[in-house]
């Protein structure tokens, strides 16, 4: 399925997503995350070994609401599979660009200092394919009169 051209807009310009994964019969996580995409994928970066990382090898099925980042109220609810698990050092690579993206710097230290040296746990990239979009765009409301 193609993502629309204004959610790689959104999503090039900083959006957040809260992503939900399947804990058990009765509950969801939600946790809320940068996000990026490859083709028509969106792509999770995230830490190896979270509860996340167990719930999504359990239930490959997922929800991600990336929120446009300057209108919170236009937003796109993408429904998909994780489909490929990335655990090498391009998981390592694409954080530093997220963060470079977000923050104007590398993950948690200065360019300087290794993923070896900072002591960090190494990262894990999802690949999910989409298998619907569901947009939510905001619309102005007027201000009724008082009586």
Known sequence: ???????????????????????????????????????????????????????????????????????????????GVVETIVQDPTANEHIDYLSNRYMGKPYGRTEEVTWDEAGFTYREIWEIKVNKVISMVSRAQEKSDSE
């Not at 804990?23 to 190896?48: P, R, S």
């Open 1 to 79: 399925m193609q993502l629309p051209i204004e959610l790689k807009q959104a999503i090039d310009n900083n959006a957040f997503c809260a992503l939900a994964t399947k804990v058990n019969e009765k509950e969801i996580q939600n946790h809320l995350m940068w996000v990026d995409y490859k083709e028509d994928k969106i792509l999770i970066n995230t830490e190896q070994g979270r509860k996340k990382t167990k719930n999504i090898r359990q239930e490959p099925n997922i929800s991600v609401v990336i929120f446009h980042p300057t209108d919170m109220y236009t937003c796109w609810e993408i429904r």
